[in-house]
Every structure is written in C-alpha cells, then in structure tokens.
C-alpha cells in the first residue's frame, strides 16, 4: 500500500474524487488501489469509490487500444525494441494462446477482471493488442472485466477481507 500512500501524499491538494479517478487511470495502482484508497482514506461511499476509481481505469483503454500497434510499430524500427517486442510476444502467446484460443474473449474479460498483480485494464489492453483482438471487441471486454473487478475491490474492501486470502 505504500505506492498508493505516495499517491496520496503527491494528490494532497486535488479533490478527493479527481484523486481517485486518477489512482484509477495510472497503471501502478488502477481501482485495486484506487477503491481501499477512496473508501478508507478519504472517506467515501462504495458507489463513489466504485464509480469514480471504474471511471479512471476505463479512461486510459481507449487510448490505449487505438495507439498500442502504431507505437509498437515505430519503436520496432530500432533493433533493440524489435528485438524486446518479438520476445514479449512470442513468450505472451506461448503461454497464454490455448487458453486465449478455447474462451476467447472471456479469457480477456476474466483477466482483466481478476484483482491481482499484472492483471487489470491496462496489462488487458496489451493482451488484446498481442493476440490481435479488434478495438470493438476488445473494449467491452476490458470494460466488463473492469466493472467485475471494481465489484470485487468493492466488496472485499466493505467486508475488509483481504485480496491475498481471497484468492489463496
């Protein structure tokens, strides 16, 4: 929690709200960090802390989705990043394409949806572009796997069960 406290700290004089969405929107914390923060520091409802930290980590995915292949791209042009990219993706679809081959798009939506280390909106956006999902495929995708997870966040965090025990 301590990435989450340094947040809080650098967002000290921003609303409580805007803090939020942004805790939401950047890749370190998305709404695993963003809904605990909203609720137990600064106070709010679970409908706020849901909405607002859902909102921030959906901002980012279009962006995202659209603009991944045409960075990709350009940096290939240099050998050292063509040469990360190959393995980065010929690891990612190693290991990961039967599973992506047998439940399709659900796979996507339960990887984004699963409250854990590298899973999330942003790890999900990425996923969709080494697999060569279509932006109208995959934004519903990651948006449904967001809103499970924001669920989730939500309630393990009203409950005040811990993440790590939930899953293990």
């Known amino acids: 929690m301590s990435v989450e406290i340094t947040?809080?700290?650098?967002?000290?004089s921003v609303p409580h709200w805007?803090?939020?969405l942004i805790m939401g929107a950047?890749?370190?914390s998305e709404l695993r960090g963003a809904i605990p923060v909203?609720?137990?520091i600064y106070g709010m409802g679970p409908f706020d802390a849901f909405f607002f930290s859902v909102i921030g980590n959906l901002l980012p995915v279009i962006p995202l989705l659209l603009f991944l292949e045409p960075v990709s791209n350009y940096l290939r042009r240099y050998s050292?990043?063509?040469t990360f990219f190959t393995w980065l993706f010929s690891k990612t679809r190693r290991k990961n394409a039967e599973s992506f081959e047998k439940y399709g798009l659900l796979a996507l939506t339960i990887f984004v949806?699963?409250?854990l280390p590298v899973t999330g909106a942003w790890s999900g956006c990425a996923a969709a572009f080494v697999f060569g999902v279509k932006f109208r495929h995959a934004l519903p995708a990651i948006a449904a796997g967001v809103m499970i997870a924001g669920i989730?966040?939500?309630?393990?965090?009203?409950t005040g069960i811990s993440l790590f025990d939930m899953f293990l």
């Open 26 to 28: 950047i890749p370190v």
């Open 113 to 115: 949806a699963i409250p």
């Open 38 to 40: 909203a609720m137990g």
């Open 152 to 158: 989730i966040v939500t309630g393990v965090t009203v």
């Open 18 to 20: 805007l803090a939020v």
């Open 80 to 82: 050292i990043f063509d």
């Open 7 to 12: 947040l809080v700290e650098m967002l000290g």
